[in-house]
């Protein structure tokens, strides 16, 4: 009877102790892309651009090294007319009408500063994928953030196509600062509330990315300065804030990659010629 009495005080006292799940290990190739059906003719011919010259699947390759603990879905897909892009639930979207809207207002030819047509939306659209994906990566890392993760997450981005090839590098830094500057000549002058925004005005954009290229390569674009496209105030500095957000990078997220395999990936050439143009 004691033992009986005994056995079924254990057998209760385990069916209270929470099972124990296998967690899955952190592994390289995590990355699934998905194409969405358009709905419509504009977003049809966005999808099959997009389709005809693997964005995607150049994309996947590209972030292949990270060591991510769960599997991340980049998709393109249509947003109700928002030309947008975010990040949730392991799910990366960028809409066709961001897309649509980097076309319809990139420059009609090269810029006297040297951007082609094609760089001011692959630029952009490489650093919007990337900004997005480093809010994949603080939570699935679980990584601590110090000040506005918007912030942090444009830094992240930045440094991380910082690390292609010198040619490469500068084509999607120009092109993306030339997409932020754009934005803030559209806009005007900021209200007030604007500066209430997760995000940085498009003007601050563009200048700290314009920041962290010349901090990690003052040579490579040192015309950014002398052409008066990043005030000397700031870009005496810029070589820190770059160290700053080395450090952090490499403490914090260099040990979720494999470096080996990094260093494969990062050697390739990943930008079509300028001279392939997006549709009109």
């Known amino acids: 009877m004691r033992t009986s009495l005994i056995l079924a005080i254990v057998c209760t006292l385990l069916a209270t102790i929470p099972v124990m799940t296998a967690v899955a290990a952190p592994k390289t190739d995590r990355i699934k892309i998905h194409y969405d059906p358009p709905g419509e003719p504009e977003h049809k011919e ?3 651009y997009l389709r005809e010259r693997r964005v995607l699947e150049r994309l996947q390759e590209f972030l292949s090294p990270f060591l991510l603990p769960r599997t991340l879905k980049i998709e393109v ?3 109700d007319g928002e030309a947008d892009a975010f990040y949730g ?4 979207t960028i809409c066709y009408e961001y897309v649509i809207y980097l076309w319809h ?3 009609e030819k090269t810029t006297p500063s040297g951007i082609a047509p094609s760089d001011a939306v692959t630029g952009p659209f490489v650093d919007t994928s990337l900004h997005e994906f480093a809010h994949a990566i603080f939570d699935m890392f679980e990584l601590p953030v110090l000040g506005p993760e918007e912030d942090a997450a444009d830094l992240v981005a930045a440094y991380i196509y910082l690390q292609l090839g010198p040619v490469e590098a500068r084509r999607l830094i120009m092109g993306t600062a030339w997409a932020f500057m754009f934005e803030a000549n559209k806009k005007g002058t900021p ?3 604007e500066f209430a925004d997760e995000h940085g005005t498009p003007a601050q954009r563009a200048y700290n990315v314009l920041c962290i290229a010349y901090g990690a390569d003052s040579g490579l674009f040192d015309d950014i300065v002398s052409k008066g496209l990043l005030p000397m105030e700031r870009a005496e500095y810029c070589d820190e804030e770059y160290e700053q957000i080395q450090d952090a990078y490499e403490d914090l997220i260099s040990p979720h990659i494999d470096r080996d ?3 494969k990936i990062f050697k390739g050439d990943w930008l079509d010629e300028p001279a392939k143009e997006t549709p009109h």
Do not use: E, Q, S
Not at 89 to 92: A, F, K, L
């Open 89 to 92: 639930d392991d799910v990366i």
């Open 46 to 48: 966005v999808h099959d």
């Open 105 to 107: 207002n990139k420059p």
């Open 77 to 79: 897909a249509g947003c």
């Open 191 to 193: 209200t007030m509330t």
């Open 261 to 263: 395999l990094a260093k």
